[in-house]
Antibody, heavy 121, light 107 residues
C-alpha cells in the first residue's frame, strides 16, 4: 500500500523556522516527483513546491521562494520541507503528495494526512 | 500563472441527481487537468486525471471531459458519500494551480 506520513508541524512564532518530513512507503520513492501542497484553514488548495526523483530539479510557488527549501533523501524514502522566515500567512495544513514518475504525469496521488503549521506570536 | 475558476462555487442537490461542475483555465492547459474530492478534515483524493481518465477504484458514476480551457466533471447519480467539495487542478505548468472548489451539499 502506498503511504505518505507527514510530521514536524506545530506552533512557531513569526520569523521562525520549521522542518516538515514525509515518510513514504509502498512504492519506488526515488522514481517519483514529490510535492508539497498546503491548505489554510477553511481555504482552498495551494501548490507549494516540487522535487524530481534525483533531486536535480526543484520548483517553488512565488509566495515561498527564497524562504522554503524542498529536499529528499531517497535512501530513507523521506521528503522534507525546510521552512524559514515563517509568516502568519504560512499557517496551513501541509500535505505531502506523490506526483508522477514520468514527464506529464503531474497529478497528485496519493496525499498524506497532512500536518498543521501555525505561525503566531 | 494560470488561473483556474470553477462554477458553481456551491450547489444543492438530491441523491440520484445528475450534477455537473465546470472548471475553466485562464489559458490552454491542453488535457493537463485533474479533479479531486475532499471530505471535511481529510486530505483530497484524486478522482480524474488527464482531463478524462478515471482513477482506479473511483466509481464509474464520475466522469469528466474537456480540453484547452473548458472542463467538466459530472456525477451521473449522486450518492450520499458524494456530498463533498471538488477541486480542479491544472498540471500544465508550474505553479500547479487549483480551482477554488465546488461544494456539493444536500438539498
Amino acid at each position: 500500500e502506498v503511504q505518505l506520513v507527514e510530521s514536524g508541524g506545530g506552533l512557531v512564532q513569526p520569523g521562525g523556522s520549521l522542518r516538515l518530513s514525509c515518510a513514504a512507503s509502498g512504492f519506488s520513492f526515488s522514481s517519483y516527483w514529490m510535492h508539497w501542497v498546503r491548505q489554510a484553514p477553511g481555504k482552498g488548495l495551494v501548490w507549494v513546491s516540487r522535487i524530481i526523483g534525483d533531486e536535480s530539479v526543484t520548483s517553488y510557488a512565488d509566495s515561498v521562494k527564497g524562504r522554503f527549501t524542498i529536499s529528499r533523501d531517497n535512501a530513507k524514502n523521506t521528503l522534507y520541507l525546510q521552512m524559514k522566515s515563517l509568516r502568519p500567512e504560512d499557517t496551513a495544513v501541509y500535505y505531502c503528495v506523490r506526483g508522477g514518475s514520468s514527464l506529464g504525469e503531474n497529478w497528485f496521488d496519493p496525499w498524506g494526512q497532512g500536518t498543521l503549521v501555525s505561525v503566531s506570536s | 500563472d494560470i488561473q483556474m475558476t470553477q462554477s458553481p462555487s456551491s450547489l444543492s442537490a438530491s441523491v440520484g441527481d445528475r450534477v455537473t461542475i465546470t472548471c475553466r483555465a485562464s489559458q490552454s492547459v491542453s488535457t493537463y487537468l485533474n479533479w479531486y474530492q475532499q471530505k471535511p478534515g481529510k486530505a483530497p483524493q484524486l478522482l480524474i486525471y488527464a482531463a478524462s481518465s478515471l482513477r482506479s477504484g473511483v466509481p464509474s458514476r464520475f466522469s469528466a471531459s474537456g480540453s484547452g480551457t473548458h472542463f467538466t466533471l459530472t456525477i451521473s447519480s449522486l450518492q450520499p458519500e458524494d456530498f463533498e467539495t471538488y477541486y480542479c487542478q491544472q498540471s500544465y505548468s508550474t505553479p500547479f494551480t487549483f480551482g477554488p472548489g465546488t461544494k456539493v451539499d444536500i438539498k
